[in-house]
């Protein structure tokens, strides 16, 4: 959850306002139901000793429903070694499609990955509206 937090005000804060940010990333969060989110989506988490850098989720269907860097950590590599994680991981499964809602902070990275934009879109949280896009890539399958 402090992943997500710093990830949230401190990376997206060139791209979203505070009454966004706070909407995103609110003060309290329910832990219990954050707690059940993580389970659900069972992501790979970067450590430097006990310390989370980052997170991703990839979903059998080819979503990313969750891919943060921690706050202060973005261009150090973290999410490249992730992206190219989950990348290994969509060929060992033989996911022909990647597909992730990214925000506006994130949509150059994913772009790198060769992730296009489909749709931009404005959704509703807590209240307020933000911008993001829904992404996709092509994986090239085996018999490619």
């Known amino acids: 959850m402090e992943v997500f937090v710093s990830s ?18 609110p003060n309290s969060i329910d832990r219990e139901e954050w707690k059940n989110k993580m389970h659900r989506i069972n992501p790979f988490v970067i450590l ?19 891919f ?8 150090r590599g973290v999410g490249k070694q992730l992206m190219n994680f989950l990348l290994q991981k ?5 996911i022909t499609e990647l597909s992730s809602d990214v925000s506006l902070a994130a949509q150059p ?8 934009p489909i749709i931009s879109k404005k959704v509703e949280v807590r209240g307020v509206e933000l911008e993001n896009a829904l992404m996709k890539k092509e994986m090239l399958t085996n018999g490619n």
């Open 109 to 116: 990275f994913f772009k790198k990955f060769g992730f296009k």
């Open 48 to 66: 430097d000793n006990d310390k989370i850098l980052g997170y991703a989720d990839l979903q059998s269907s080819g979503y990313i429903d969750h």
């Open 8 to 25: 949230v005000r401190e990376n997206a804060a060139n791209y979203y306002n505070q009454e966004q940010l706070q909407a995103w990333a």
């Open 90 to 94: 969509a060929k060992e499964k033989d």
């Open 68 to 75: 943060f860097v921690r706050g202060g950590y973005s261009g």
